[in-house]
């Protein structure tokens, strides 16, 4: 157990709103991501970030913006919700140690209608 | 860019049986890890294995395995024993080795893993 959670765990939401979702962990990790997953796609990173105010874009960031303004939180935004955004959302921190290994939050499961 | 390949999307084994399950890979760089990702019905994505690419020593985690091939880059997971537990869907990942600017880990589309009783 990596102390990740993700808070919404379900939202359901209409095209054209805003969501913001929440990933927060307890082992003071610097290193942070925000991936989707897709029938046919397997997991694809959307952000990441290497420290508190330091993201970066992944393969598939159009849509989505990220915030880490403190250390334990990592947050996802989708500024207008589109149907093509609904997916099931990963948020993952990296080893400390190994500095390898990537370990995964539960999950959340977004439907844009 | 990197890419993953897992050709078999489904695969089943009789309990108590031993299964292989494969995945290629395509990477111009020399240094670099993969993975296996295991992720129950829970949707829970959980590390089950890892090899660094410079280890020509194959990564055993109790049941599991995996036989790494870097020339042919192929890097397939041998469960043993299969257990109804191990049923899930398996996910084979790649990381480049440098620690920043290449973050990502690039899966493949996942293996579906049935164990017959």
């Known amino acids: 157990d990596a102390g990740i959670t993700q808070s919404p765990r379900h939202k359901v939401t209409e095209t054209g709103t805003p969501v913001t979702l929440r990933c927060h962990q307890t082992e003071n990790h610097r290193y942070m991501y925000w991936y989707r997953q897709d029938p046919g796609h397997g997991l694809r990173l959307i952000h990441y970030s290497y420290g508190v105010k330091d993201t970066d874009k992944g393969e598939v960031s159009d849509g989505y913006s990220v915030s880490r303004s403190k250390t334990e939180d990592f947050l996802l935004t989708l500024e207008s919700a589109t149907s093509s955004q609904t997916s099931v959302y990963f948020c993952a921190i990296k080893d400390r140690d190994t500095y390898n290994e990537q370990f995964f939050g539960p999950g959340t499961r977004l439907t844009v209608l | 860019a990197q890419t993953v390949t897992q050709s078999q999307p489904e695969m089943s084994v009789q309990e108590a049986e031993t299964v292989t399950l494969s995945c290629t890979y395509d990477t111009s760089e020399s240094d670099y890890y993969l993975f296996w990702y295991k992720q129950p019905p829970s949707r829970q994505m959980i590390l089950v294995i890892r090899?660094?690419?410079?280890?020509?020593q194959n990564a055993t985690e109790n049941r599991f395995s995996v036989n790494f091939q870097k020339a042919a880059k192929s890097f397939s997971l041998k469960i043993s024993d299969s257990q109804l537990g191990d049923a899930a869907m398996y996910f084979c990942a790649y990381r480049s080795s440098s620690n920043f600017g290449n973050e990502k880990l690039t899966f493949g589309t996942g293996t579906r893993l049935t164990i017959i009783p």
């Open positions: 090899q660094e690419a410079y280890k020509q």
